[in-house]
């Protein structure tokens, strides 16, 4: 069977390139389609499949300003010939499910999320733009949402990585999907009982994560924060942040874990659509304090859950003393979250059962 993956691009390796990678292993053979790829930025873990990009590579640009060229992207992912495959599976949160597949060809979507930023999350966007800036870009999103509502058509199948994504498929499209969630790489991660007094937010730095919420709340509380990541927001974020904060700039996966390792809890204030990030702290034994809306909800255990021993703690409203607040809980009911406990809630998300689930999803499919 000759399987082209479809991916947005490959500039990081974050959860949405992880659940790419895993098929990549159970398929060897597959080709790879994505707008941009930046190899340096990668261990050699998709260098075995041959791999396409779009135009949009040889554009001006790099790993961090590529997105400049977001008006590009649907032509660049329509660019693409699949001619001579047997089965197309996209990995989509921006253009790839909107790939041109030939007749008779099932795609398989396995969708992150309906494009965000075209969607619920464009008024963060476009916050702090000049009204000239604003209105231009709004006329741009809204020929993206036309445009991605339209090609969701070019899907046969959707999959969906959490039940909160599959109500938004439902209420972007109007279609039918399936949940498998995204694969945790548990056996990377030990149980740590240490801490070293500091809390950890580890996250691509982009408004939509809320990471600025984190810095006014740590600005107040006066206590220890490492931010570890990079994105187009690093720097505004560092200059907000009072000495008590720290910057870790795009860690390899052994600071990845010495983090995870060291921290009281790790701090998820934004609204993801699934967000592997809590699963790999809790793999760690390290309980979670996540905004309580979004994916958090299907891998964090709260505290009001009378059924299951709890792995987190949820603020309910986007804002630095809602955060705060979470904190205080925490760190007056430390003594109920078990490391062990932890681990073995983000074990109900390992990568051998999205290998099996996202398998016998695609079996069954070709089976017709």
């Not at 938004?168 to 969630?181: A, T």
């Not at 991660?189 to 730095?205: C, G, K, Q």
Request: proline letters at 6%.
């Amino acid at each position: 069977m000759k399987i082209a993956f479809i991916c947005d691009w490959l500039t990081g390796m974050r959860g949405g390139e992880k659940c790419l990678l895993a098929m990549c292993e159970v398929y060897p053979n597959a080709d790879i389609y994505t707008l941009v790829h930046y190899p340096e930025n990668f261990s050699g873990e998709f260098e075995k499949h041959r791999i396409t990009t779009s135009f949009i590579q040889k554009l001006p640009g790099n790993g961090r300003t590529f997105r400049h060229w977001l008006p590009l992207f649907p032509k660049a992912v329509e660019s693409f010939d699949l001619s001579g495959y047997d089965l197309v599976l996209s990995f989509s949160h921006c253009v790839a499910k909107g790939v041109k597949v030939p007749a008779g060809v099932p795609h398989i979507c396995y969708c992150h999320t309906p494009m965000r930023y075209a969607w619920d999350m464009r008024q963060s966007y476009l916050s702090g733009m000049n009204p000239l800036k604003k209105r231009v870009v709004s006329l741009l999103l809204d020929s993206l949402k036309k445009w991605d509502r339209s090609t969701a058509s070019r899907v046969d199948h959707f999959i969906a990585n959490s039940r909160y994504v599959q109500q938004r498929i439902e209420d972007c499209y109007g279609r039918d999907s399936k949940v498998i969630y995204p694969p945790v790489d548990i056996e990377q991660f030990s149980v740590s009982s240490r801490h070293d007094d500091y809390y950890l937010i580890l996250s691509a730095m982009v408004p939509y994560k809320r990471i600025d919420l984190a810095i006014q709340a740590f600005n107040q509380n006066g206590k220890r924060l490492i931010a570890a990541g990079g994105g187009p927001d690093y720097n505004r974020l560092k200059e907000m942040a009072e000495p008590n904060i720290e910057f870790v700039l795009d860690p390899d996966d052994a600071m990845v874990e010495h983090l995870y390792a060291g921290c009281r809890a790790l701090i998820f204030p934004g609204e993801e659509d699934f967000g592997i990030v809590p699963l790999e702290a809790q793999a760690c034994g390290k309980p979670v304090i996540a905004y309580g809306k979004g994916g958090a909800l299907e891998t964090v255990i709260g505290l009001d859950d009378p059924d299951t021993a709890p792995t987190g703690v949820f603020f309910h409203h986007q804002t630095a003393t809602d955060l705060q607040a979470a904190i205080d809980c925490f760190e007056d009911n430390t003594a109920v979250f078990i490391p062990q406990n932890c681990r073995q809630n983000s074990e109900r998300f390992n990568q051998t059962r999205y290998k099996s689930e996202m398998t016998e999803f695609i079996q069954n499919i070709m089976a017709y």
